[in-house]
């Protein structure tokens, strides 16, 4: 995923999946879907089946609907409305389309003395707080908007003054001395490398991005973390998009939720773990990341735990902090 505020024009002009390879896929989701909007009821007239947006299979939103019942005596859809949730074949089908869409699309990668603008909502006790973030491509500069207090007096501090920081290039020190912080560019281009079957990427993932090996936690779980942490921190490669579509499916119980709204009211699908017990790593309840349902864009997450509820608000690369997409 290159830049929020870019997607939506790139991606609009963007070639979709050639339909061999999406017709497989599309007809299992076809008849998991069939079986799911129509339960079995006694005496009921005769209904026939129609197919819908067939031509879109870049939008899962139209894809979730692909199967509609029409009374026999009317000539107008019906669709589900609200919340779908996807059997398990339904949502790895789901996110194979997901998938070979995002892989089709280019990614470019910023210049070095750009910046990676990033507006988040973090929602604490249901109380929205946003902040705005610039980043440093190369990783010599940062920026915050508000502004983060000082250690002691803060009489002159004022949040509403865009608090910029300027460092030097810490790349080569970073890979020489093994610290484990690195430079957007830097884990950009590791993605870059990656394989593309999803269980090779995983490993190579669980093995480079140093979030912290968590005693007692499952390869699954460990999964589950890494992409939630790659999706909120880094921009990610359209090939690397398509590998981890691919490795949520393979998460045991991981599920696709058609007709959701991300944590800011827009309209979303989601893909949901559910923890009964609590995990190592502290998580318990529904975990679940959004996406735009039109061009698979990140928007957010949530847990049930009420550890983190949070929403991006915009994204994009910009030639000077303080400067928006």
């Known amino acids: 995923m290159n830049q929020l505020s870019e997607l939506r024009s790139l991606r609009a002009d963007a070639p979709l ?44 939103a139209v894809t979730a609907q692909i199967v509609t ?22 949502s790895a089908d789901a996110l194979e389309l997901a998938a070979a869409t995002v892989e089709k699309h280019n990614g470019t990668e ?19 707080q946003s902040s ?22 803060v009489s002159g501090f004022d949040p509403d003054k865009l608090q910029v920081w300027y460092g030097p290039n810490q790349e080569e020190k970073w890979k020489k001395e093994g610290y484990d912080d690195r430079s957007q560019r830097q884990f950009y281009r590791f993605l870059t490398t990656l394989p593309s079957d999803p269980d090779r990427m995983m490993k190579r993932i669980r093995e480079e991005h140093a979030i912290g090996d968590i005693k007692g936690e499952t390869r699954a779980q460990r999964d589950w973390r890494e992409i939630d942490v790659l999706y909120r921190s880094v921009l990610i490669p359209p090939n690397v998009q398509a590998g981890l579509f691919r ?7 991981a599920r696709v939720t058609t007709g959701v ?21 502290g998580w318990q309840g529904k975990q ?23 929403a991006r608000a915009a994204w994009g690369v910009v030639n000077k902090p303080g400067a928006r997409p």
């Open 288 to 310: 679940e990341i959004f996406f735009d349902p039109d061009n698979y864009a990140y928007l957010g997450q949530n847990r049930d735990d009420g550890q983190m509820s949070s």
């Open 110 to 128: 910023p210049g070095p003395k750009q910046w990676v603008y990033d507006k988040s909502t973090v929602f604490a006790g249901g109380k929205p």
């Open 247 to 253: 490795a949520l499916a393979k998460i045991p119980g």
């Open 132 to 153: 705005e973030e610039w980043t440093r491509w190369d990783g010599t500069g940062h920026a915050n908007l508000p502004g983060i207090p000082p250690a002691g007096d």
């Open 69 to 90: 019942t029409l009374p026999g005596d009317s000539d107008r859809a019906s669709a589900p409305k609200g919340p779908q949730l996807l059997s398990s074949g339904a």
């Open 261 to 281: 709204k991300d944590p800011l009211g827009r309209a979303a699908i989601g893909v949901s773990v559910t923890y009964a017990d609590k995990t190592p790593s």
């Open 17 to 60: 999946p050639d339909t061999d390879r999406l017709a497989a896929p599309r007809a299992r989701l076809t008849a998991a879907l069939r079986h799911q909007t129509r339960p079995e009821r006694p005496a009921l007239p005769r209904r026939r089946m129609i197919l819908v947006g067939a031509a879109t299979a870049g939008a899962l």
